[in-house]
């Protein structure tokens, strides 16, 4: 295992100090230390990781430095497109360290969303051209080549976090001026929207809570889709289930997930019909992943909602408001709410026992598109 604070060390020493990227659960470690040890403007927690790529190249481009860019390997698609298009070799060819972690790692028990990118990790690199090391105890090593193969090639070059490789480093919570937890709002969503009504949920524990809820009630999943993978798409299928059907279908969407790909809140409310109900449950973290912040507590959502076409935006950060909120949605085209919550979740929390398969064709057969 890998001393964390060593590791950060050993990069700062190599004047490798400027970290983007989005955080990722195999590197909730370094990812922390970081974070505690950074200031805000050498530690930019971006958008996605294709806008992390963006930032690292600039940065490089102004200061002649290496940027460290850090990412689940979910996030390899995102960076796909500025990694051929702007990075590359045959394009501006500009040098950065990629920290990427090895979720679905083949032989390694990982969940259903992890299991092909897992596979196609290197390969896609490979692909891309891209050279890598899987990371070792013996790192700085490792580094020194990395350090001197971005100096000699001006490319990209990767090391890939398997998964326990780095030693526990806590983040500090701060303190929140909000009390629910966001499974207390999710009880609230499930009790109000009716049982007619569909769940379009998003990517980390907001989809797992919602399962562990309907299990306590002893109600079916086949009204909710638990989006496992495909960060920041939530709100996108949600769009195109309620185009197919006349029932309300609600989006439970998270501020990390939404700022990942903001764009589409337009076309959602370009396209929504009456039955499109938007729920941001916003915590300003990426709690699934380790609480580093995200922007969602700088920016102003309600305005970027309103400016998207949403008629009204109403706020809750209580279970009566939840239930207020939910009843005006019920009734209104193109509302939306934003449920304020702190972090926090169960240390029990389980995960779907269903398939995501499974979860799909049991919500075709209520649309009726598949025979029982
Ligand atoms: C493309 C991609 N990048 C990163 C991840 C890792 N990841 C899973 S959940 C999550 C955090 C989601 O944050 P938010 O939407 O705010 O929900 P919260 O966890 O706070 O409930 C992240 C970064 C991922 N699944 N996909």
Redesign the pocket.
């Known amino acids: 295992m890998i001393n964390t604070e060593e590791f950060f060390s050993y990069l700062k020493k190599k004047d490798l100090d400027f970290f983007v990227g989005?955080?990722?659960?195999l590197l909730k470690n370094i990812c922390a230390c970081i974070k505690m040890s950074s200031d805000e403007s050498n530690n930019i927690i971006a958008a996605?990781?294709g806008n992390a790529i963006g930032i690292a190249s600039g940065y490089h481009i102004s200061t002649g430095k290496f940027g460290v860019v850090y990412?689940?390997n979910?996030?390899q698609?995102?960076a796909v497109n500025p990694l051929l298009s702007l990075v590359d070799e045959d394009v501006y060819r500009i040098p950065m360290l990629l920290l990427i972690g090895w979720r679905g790692e083949p032989g390694v028990k990982d969940e259903p969303q992890h299991v092909k990118q897992g596979k196609v990790t290197l390969s896609l690199l490979e692909t891309m051209g891209i050279d890598y090391l899987i990371l070792e105890d013996d790192y700085k090593t490792q580094i020194d080549y990395c350090y001197k193969y971005m100096s000699e090639n001006s490319k990209p070059v990767a090391l890939i976090v398997r998964k326990g490789c780095f030693s526990e480093y806590k983040i500090s919570k701060p303190d929140s001026e909000y009390t629910m937890l966001?499974e207390e709002a999710l009880d609230g969503i499930i009790s109000n929207i009716g049982s007619d009504a569909f769940v379009v949920s998003?990517?980390?524990?907001?989809s797992r809570e919602i399962f562990e809820i309907r299990e306590r009630r002893n109600e079916g999943h086949e009204h909710d889709f638990l989006t496992v993978?495909s960060?920041?798409h939530t709100a996108s299928i949600a769009l195109g289930m309620s185009l197919g059907t006349e029932k309300d279908v609600f989006c439970v969407?998270?501020?990390?997930?939404?700022i990942?790909h903001m764009g589409g809140m337009g076309i959602a409310a370009k396209y929504a019909k009456e039955n499109y109900k938007y729920i941001l449950?916003n915590?300003g973290?990426?709690?699934?992943?380790g609480g580093q912040p995200?922007v969602?507590f700088d920016i102003d959502i309600k305005s970027i909602l309103f400016a998207c076409g949403f008629k009204n935006v109403y706020t809750a950060s209580t279970k009566n408001e939840v239930e207020q909120g939910i009843d005006k949605l019920k009734r209104e085209k193109l509302g939306a709410l934003i449920i304020y919550t702190k972090q926090g979740s169960r240390d029990d929390l389980g995960r779907p026992t269903i398939t995501p398969e499974q979860n799909k064709i049991n919500m075709m057969k209520i649309f009726g598109n598949i025979n029982a």
Do not use: A, L, Y
């Open positions: 989005v955080p990722d659960s996605n990781e990412m689940q979910s996030g698609g995102n966001r998003t990517t980390g524990k907001t993978g960060m920041g969407d998270g501020d990390g997930s939404f990942m449950i915590n973290v990426h709690e699934s992943v995200t969602g």
